[in-house]
């Protein structure tokens, strides 16, 4: 298996219960090579903690990025308060359990305890399948659980955003929001650099963290003596975000120019 379709098949396995390490030693020249690729677009990298909560971390630090959003409809757009990595991934399970019948068919059974899996009542390979969802999800909840390609396409409709990943090693790839049938942006993009660890950070307009540290060192000005996260998970205290900034492009500059396009 070439290194491309290595790197994509374990971004996509969704057996990853252990939490995440420290990113590797390569993670630095990662990081540059990610920041010479984004740079056209006008984006750049913005490191989370590689605890396990990546994923939620990064979509999270984008949500309190957002400014308000000038498409109609924004009223009804949920997180108009920023939630923390966990508040999120807590919604994100239960929007998963709520909208069970659409996302059992995709649960891998491997990943849950052959004990935990058993329910003596269950008497149909139906109510058999629910209940390995029911596993899947309540696990997904605790702290430091990888989140997998279903908890993508889950946050995308949670979230009602189109979801971009950028890769190094393979074609980038966008999950579209499927409320907005392809035929205009989402209300919202989360942008994500995903390495071969497996470990996801922030992508962000160029901006964004200058934007931040002026909103941190004008509150230290003003009086205020507490010190900036160095979570980008964290809520920020800095000037809002133009939503024009984080306008939708339509390509990456991977090895092959593509980005691929998936509606689920």
């Known amino acids: 298996m070439g290194r491309g379709k290595e790197s994509r098949a374990r971004h996509m396995n969704l057996s990853k219960w252990r939490c995440e390490g420290e ?12 920041d010479e ?17 990546c994923f939620f971390r990064a979509c999270s630090a984008q949500l309190q990025l ?11 757009l949920p997180f108009r308060e920023a939630p923390d990595h966990m508040a999120l991934r807590e919604a994100v399970c ?6 069970r019948e659409e996302y059992q068919p995709f649960i891998d ?10 329910d003596p009542s269950v008497s149909s390979k139906d109510e058999e399948r629910i209940r390995e969802l029911e596993v899947y999800v309540e696990r997904m909840r605790r702290e430091g659980v990888w989140a997998g390609h279903v908890e993508i396409h889950a946050t995308s409709a ?5 979801i971009t990943v950028y890769m190094l090693h393979s074609p980038s790839y966008s999950v579209r929001y499927a409320g907005s049938a392809g035929k205009h942006p989402a209300p919202r993009h989360f942008r994500l650099a995903y390495y071969d660890t ?11 963290l200058n934007r931040r540290i002026q909103g941190c060192i004008a509150a230290c000005k003003a009086g205020h003596t507490g010190q900036p996260s160095k979570r980008a998970g964290d809520r920020a205290s800095s000037a809002p975000l133009s ?8 390509h990456t500059p991977d090895s092959d120019g593509s980005l691929r396009i998936l509606e689920l």
């Not at 990113?23 to 990610?34: E, G, Q």
């Open 23 to 34: 990113l590797d030693k390569h993670a630095p020249v990662a990081r540059r090579r990610f």
């Open 37 to 53: 690729m984004l740079r056209p677009l006008g984006v750049q990298v913005m490191e989370v903690e590689g605890d396990g909560n």
């Open 66 to 76: 957002e400014d308000e959003l000038e498409e109609g409809g924004t009223d009804d």
């Open 94 to 99: 239960d929007y998963m359990w709520k909208h």
């Open 109 to 118: 059974a491997s990943v849950c305890d052959e004990a935990e899996a058993v």
């Open 158 to 162: 949670l979230c009602h955003a189109d």
């Open 198 to 208: 497996g470990h996801y950070d922030a992508v962000v307009p160029m901006d964004a």
């Open 243 to 250: 939503n024009r900034a984080m306008e939708r492009r339509a």
